[in-house]
C-alpha cells in the first residue's frame, strides 16, 4: 500500500497470513483481512492545494487480492487571526500580499508561462491529476515568465509543488531571477511505479522560497539539469507568488521596511574658554564612538549610518579635551520633534591634559535600522567684556 500526501510518502507493506477472517474466503487460512488505521502528518504546509494518491502494487484479480479505504479525514491547523503563514510573528502577519497565483484550480492553462523557444507551457495528466508540463516538458527544459507592475515590495516567496516523473539522479531544479539563481535543489525519483503515469516513477516536492527583492517587474523562470540521459520530465502546480508590503507608517529603504526613522538624533558639546585659542584645533578635539555601529566619528557635520541587524540600545561614547579648570556641557538629543534635551552632562576640567568621556544611551522602541545624526560643536570664547561664538 502506497499513500502519497503531497511531499510524504508513507509504504505500508502486507501478507496473506496477517490479520483475520472478515470478508474473505472463510475457508481459506491464507486469505485473511486487516484494518489499519493511517495517520499522517505535514509540517509547514503553505500551499492553497493538497495531493493526496493512494495505491498498491496487487497484481492479481480482485477477487483474490484487494484493498480499499474508508473514513478518510483531512484536518488543518489554522494559523493566528489574519496571518498567511502560521510562522509569522503575530505583529507581521498582514504584511503579505499575493500578487500572482496559477493552476490551483481544474481549469488550467498556460497562464502566458512559455517554455523552451517561446512556445506557451502546455498541460498534461498524471494520476489523474492536471499539472503543466508533465509528460511535455522533458528534462533539461525551462520555463519562464514575466510578471510585471509589482507593487513596492522588499521580499518576495515563491510556493508551488513540483511533480517530477521518470529517472533523476541528482539533477538540479534550478529558479532564476532575470536569469540569476536564487534557488536550487538535487531531484531523485521515488523507487515506486506509478501505473496511472504511464508506469512512471513520480515524486512530488513543495517549494517554498523566500529572497529579498524589491524590483517592479521580474523576469522569473524555472529550469532542470540534464546530466544523465534518462526517460524523465517535470512539471508544476499549484503556484503562488508573495511579496512584503510595507506597513502603515513605516518606509522602504534599500535594506527594506523600517519604521520611520529618528528624525532628530544630535550630540551637541559645548566648550566655555576664559582666553583666546585656536577654534580650529578645538574643533578636532571630540571624538564619537559607537560599538554598535563600528562608527568613529571625528568631523563634524551630518553622518548616515545603515545597522544591518536589530539592537536593543546603542550606545555613543564622546570624548573632549577641554583645558585645565575649565567646564565642557553637552547634551544628547533622541527624539522625533528634537524640543527637548533628554542627556545632559557638565564637567569640571582638572587639568589641561584631561580628557573627558561621556557614555549616552538610547533605547529603541522597536526594530530601527538607520538612525541620522547631526554633531554640533559649539566654541565659546570670553575675552574680558566680549564673547564670540
Not at 529517472?167 to 532575470?178: H, T
Not at 577654534?279 to 571624538?287: E, I, R, T
Request: hydrophobic fraction near 40%.
Amino acid at each position: 500500500m502506497i499513500i502519497v500526501f503531497d511531499n510524504d510518502v508513507t509504504q505500508r507493506s502486507f501478507s496473506g497470513l496477517e490479520g483475520m477472517q472478515i470478508c474473505g474466503e472463510m475457508s481459506n487460512i491464507d486469505s485473511l483481512d486487516e484494518n489499519i488505521m493511517f495517520n499522517i502528518s505535514l509540517a509547514n504546509h503553505n500551499s492553497q492545494s493538497l495531493v493526496l494518491i493512494m495505491t498498491s502494487t496487487l497484481d492479481e484479480p480482485a477477487i483474490n487480492e484487494s484493498w480499499g479505504v474508508s473514513g478518510i479525514r483531512i484536518e488543518i491547523q489554522e494559523c493566528a487571526k489574519d496571518c498567511v503563514f502560521c510562522t509569522d510573528n503575530t505583529s507581521l502577519c498582514s504584511i503579505w500580499m499575493r500578487v500572482a497565483s496559477y493552476w490551483n484550480t481544474t481549469l488550467i492553462t498556460s497562464d502566458g508561462w512559455q517554455m523552451n523557444n517561446n512556445q506557451p507551457l502546455t498541460i498534461s495528466e498524471c494520476v489523474g491529476i492536471k499539472i503543466v508540463g508533465g509528460f511535455n516538458l522533458q528534462k533539461g527544459s525551462k520555463i519562464y515568465k514575466i510578471i510585471e507592475s509589482i507593487p513596492s515590495h522588499y521580499k518576495i516567496k515563491i510556493l508551488f509543488k513540483l511533480w517530477t516523473i521518470g529517472e533523476w539522479q541528482n539533477e538540479q531544479f534550478i529558479i532564476m531571477i532575470d536569469d540569476k539563481p536564487i534557488f536550487q535543489i538535487p531531484i531523485l525519483s521515488d523507487n515506486f511505479i506509478f501505473s496511472k503515469c504511464q508506469s512512471q516513477k513520480v515524486k512530488i516536492t513543495n517549494i517554498d522560497t523566500l529572497l529579498f527583492n524589491q524590483a517592479k517587474t521580474i523576469n522569473l523562470s524555472m529550469k532542470t539539469e540534464n546530466l544523465i540521459n534518462d526517460l524523465a520530465y517535470w512539471g508544476v502546480q499549484s503556484f503562488d507568488f508573495f511579496i512584503v508590503k510595507c506597513s502603515n507608517g513605516w518606509i522602504l529603504i534599500d535594506i527594506g521596511c523600517i519604521p520611520s526613522p529618528l528624525e532628530c538624533s544630535q550630540v551637541r558639546i559645548t566648550q566655555y574658554f576664559n582666553q583666546q585659542i585656536d577654534l580650529v584645533d578645538s574643533m578636532n578635539s571630540f571624538k564619537i564612538q559607537s560599538d554598535e555601529i563600528a562608527q568613529i566619528i571625528e568631523d563634524i557635520g551630518e553622518n548616515q549610518f545603515i545597522i544591518d541587524e536589530a539592537v536593543s540600545s546603542i550606545t555613543f561614547q564622546i570624548q573632549v579635551k577641554c583645558q585645565e579648570k575649565q567646564i565642557v556641557k553637552s547634551f544628547f538629543r533622541n527624539c522625533d520633534s528634537c524640543n527637548q534635551e533628554q542627556y545632559k552632562f557638565s564637567n569640571q576640567c582638572r587639568n589641561q591634559s584631561n580628557t573627558l568621556i561621556y557614555y549616552a544611551t538610547f533605547l529603541q522602541i522597536t526594530e530601527y535600522k538607520r538612525i541620522n545624526n547631526k554633531y554640533f560643536l559649539n566654541q565659546i570664547r570670553n575675552t574680558l567684556s566680549i564673547k564670540s561664538q
